[in-house]
Structures are given as C-alpha cells and as structure tokens.
C-alpha cells in the first residue's frame, strides 16, 4: 500500500550515495566499530572566528525577523562585490538570489528552466545530486563521460557532439566533486567557443569548490564576454569558508533567471535563515588573498592530497589523478572487480565500497554514483594521520582479494 501512496516523483527519485555512506558508517561506528570517514564532502575545519562573531552580533541585534526572498540586500550586495573582486564579473545585486545552500541553489535553477523532456548535458564524472534534479525537474539527463586518462575533463567536440535541439543546459563543475580537477582558461575558452553557437542554452557553472583550487586564480565560464549572458553561476560558503552548516549559497545570472528564482523560492521556503546571511556577509567581504584561515586550509589540503596521492600509488592496481582542487581523489579501481577474497566477489564500485567498509572499516563512496562505475571517491578532508591509516586499512584489505 505504502508505494501506491507515493509519487512516481519520489519513487523514482534515487538516494545520495555519499549521505547513504555516511549513514553506514555511523551505524558502525555506533556499535564500537572504529570507522575511518573519507566519505563526507566537508572541510574538517571550523568557520573563522570572524564569521561566527558575525552571525553572533546578528542575534544579540535581533536581526531574526522574515528576510526578503532573494537575501538582505546588504549581502547581494557585498556578493555582487565578490564576483567583482574575485572573478572580474560584473553583476548587480537584482542579478543575485541567495538560497539555503547552493544546491538549493541549483534546483531552484532547473525548476525555472527545465520542461519536461529537455536535455541536460552534465560532463562525467558528476556530483550525486545532478541527475536527480534535472529528472526531478523533469528534464532528461544526457551524460558525456571524461575519463581519468582525460584528467576527467571533457572535450569541446565532446560537448558539440552531445548537443541536440532538445538541448536546454549545460551543467558544468570546475575544480571539481569528485575528481578535482580544475580546467584551465585555454581549455573552458575552447568550451565557450562551443557554446557560443547556441545562444539559447543556459550555462549552470557551479563553482562552490572556487577557493580551494592548488592550480593558482580560479577560471570562470561566466569571464568569457562572448557568453556571459548565458552563464549562471552557482556558489556559496559552505566549502572555502569551511560553513556547512550555516547552509548559505547563491545564483548569480541573467535577471530573468534570478527573478524566476526569486519566485519559486517565494513559494518554496521564502527568504533564508537570516543569523546565517549574515554571517555569509562577513564570508563574502572577506578577501581570499589575505584570509589567514583560507590559506591555513588551503596549505592543509594540498599536503593530505599530496599524502594521499603517494600512499595510493603504492596500491597494487589503483590508478588516479593527481587533483588540482577541491578534497577528493577519484582513483579506478576496476583492476579488483571479479576478484574475491573466498567469500565475497567484487563485481563492482558499490561491492568494493560495501568490501572496504565492512573488512577495512573506511567509508569510502561507490563511483557509480558519480556516473564512473569503474571509480572509487576518497575525500581527504580529514587530519594526515587518519587518511594514512586508511590507506592502510585499504592496502591490507585489498590484498585479500584475488
């Protein structure tokens, strides 16, 4: 009875992969199990002191009161400036609509531009969420896969190949989740050139990984004067500004689309949490370039994924990357699928997952749900210390399977 209650909406809407690991992996834990996480896409460090005084004076001024949809004014604002300071980009604070969180964000998006049966061409491998969204949205998903020997990035006749003229966006990621890779401005200039050619679709270039880039100044799709009226961007503070949980991120893009998302968002869960958009002020004016804790993260980052990097490569059949971004390494592993320790077979990314986690106790994410079957993610958003004793962990466990 239960499943003719609900919608084909929600029954055909699939779980997150990375929460559903996490999940796991506390029930674990929950029964004495020591679990190393390299699951969970969160930087391991606390929100800068000033961020926190700021959304602290916001309560004690009683700035608790309904909010405007779109955000305080005063934040789109300082946001508009961000974009100006960061990134060279010129946008006005109508232009810009803050969500809960940037994949809030991205939704709202798709829901304001997705009919049913329009294409969405997202490059593999991708974040969890995004096929989900757009089916949610009732668009159709059209994945072009990037492999690993392509440092995951695709290619511009890639890109034109896969436009057809049911084609109403393309989604795109840089550095990205859940390889790390970072493209260059030569290689998204070759994009651009591209999607210059068709004015009608809508750039989705989500850049919530921008500040933790280890390849110098991030590059933006929306720089590029020749399609900026087609870019929105989506972004926010929860990764570079180490606040996760103040759920905080933002679209900034055409005013016709913000003014869409102003609307549905009307409806949906009207203006954010207000102590929040505060504190999401002071992130915004604080300037990457002179953010002592920005820099501290940032130097942390690069030396676990440098860590990580040679740990792996001393895994019989691993093979990766070396990433430029964000805190994730997305190494094939299909070297051990058919392969068995004399009681379980690995047939594939979400059995070796279920194998490590079970036999190793590391909660790692399967790469089928990031349209790479034959991957494995490894966050290392963790101290240096866990993420050798997990490789470790991963060594030892693989070498049982033959």
Same mark, same amino acid.
């Given at each position: ?15 997150? !992969? ?16 020591? $679990?190393? %996480? ?39 604002? #300082? ?20 969500? %809960? ?26 974040? $969890? ?8 949205? &009732? ?6 896969? !990037? &492999? ?10 890639? =890109? ?31 994009? #651009?050139?591209v999607l210059v050619k068709h004015?009608?679709? $809508? ?30 961007? $989506? ?9 996760? /949980? ?16 102003? *609307?549905?968002? /009307?409806?949906?869960?009207?203006? %954010? /949490?207000?102590?929040?958009?505060? !504190? #999401? ?7 990457? *370039? ?7 993260? =940032? ?31 997305f190494p094939d592993v299909s ?12 047939h594939n990314s979400t059995e ?7 036999? #190793? ?5 399967? &790469?089928? !749900? ?15 210390? =866990? ?10 466990? =693989?070498?049982?399977?033959?």
């Open positions: 009875m239960n499943n003719r209650i609900l919608s084909d909406r929600i029954l055909n809407l699939g779980e997150s !992969a990375t929460l559903e690991m996490t999940r796991l992996s506390r029930e674990l834990k929950a029964n004495g199990i020591d $679990v190393i %996480t390299l699951s969970i896409g969160e930087p391991d460090f606390d929100t800068p002191e000033n961020v926190k005084q700021a959304g602290k004076v916001a309560i004690d001024n009683n700035i608790t009161h309904y909010p405007p949809v779109p955000g305080f004014l005063e934040l789109r604002e #300082a946001i508009a400036g961000k974009l100006k300071r960061d990134n060279g980009l010129d946008f006005k604070p109508d232009q810009i609509v803050v969500s %809960t969180g940037a994949k809030h964000s991205l939704i709202n998006v798709f829901m304001c531009i997705l009919n049913d049966g329009d294409e969405v061409i997202i490059p593999a491998p991708y974040w $969890v969420s995004y096929p989900e969204m757009v089916k949610l949205s &009732g668009g159709t998903p059209v994945v072009i896969d !990037a &492999g690993i020997d392509n440092d995951f990035k695709v290619t511009p006749e890639q =890109l034109e190949k896969a436009i057809t003229p049911k084609t109403k966006a393309f989604l795109f990621n840089s550095p990205s989740n859940p390889t790390g890779s970072v493209y260059s401005r030569e290689e998204l200039k070759a994009l #651009a050139d004015p009608d679709i $809508v750039i989705v270039a989500d850049e919530i990984y921008e500040y933790i880039n280890f390849d110098g100044k991030h590059e933006s799709l929306a720089s590029f004067d020749e399609i900026t009226d087609q870019v929105v961007i $989506v972004n926010g503070v929860s990764k570079g500004m180490a606040m996760t /949980g103040w759920r905080i991120g933002y679209v900034a893009g055409p005013k016709f689309i913000a003014d869409a998302c102003t *609307k549905i968002q /009307g409806q949906y869960t009207s203006g %954010t /949490g207000t102590i929040s958009q505060m !504190a #999401a002020l002071e992130a915004v004016k604080t300037d990457p *370039k002179t953010s002592e804790a920005l820099k501290t993260m =940032l130097q942390a980052f690069e030396e676990r994924r440098d860590l990580l990097v040679d740990l792996v490569k001393d895994i019989p059949g691993m093979k990766s990357n070396v990433p430029n971004g964000a805190f994730y390494l070297y051990y699928y058919g392969k068995s320790d004399g009681e379980t077979i690995i070796l997952c279920m194998y490590l986690l079970n036999k #190793a106790h590391v909660a790692l994410v399967p &790469g089928e !749900a990031f349209g790479s079957p034959e991957c494995i993610r490894l966050s290392y958003a963790t101290s240096k210390d =866990l993420i050798a004793e997990a490789v470790s962990r991963i060594k030892e466990a =693989l070498a049982k399977l033959s």
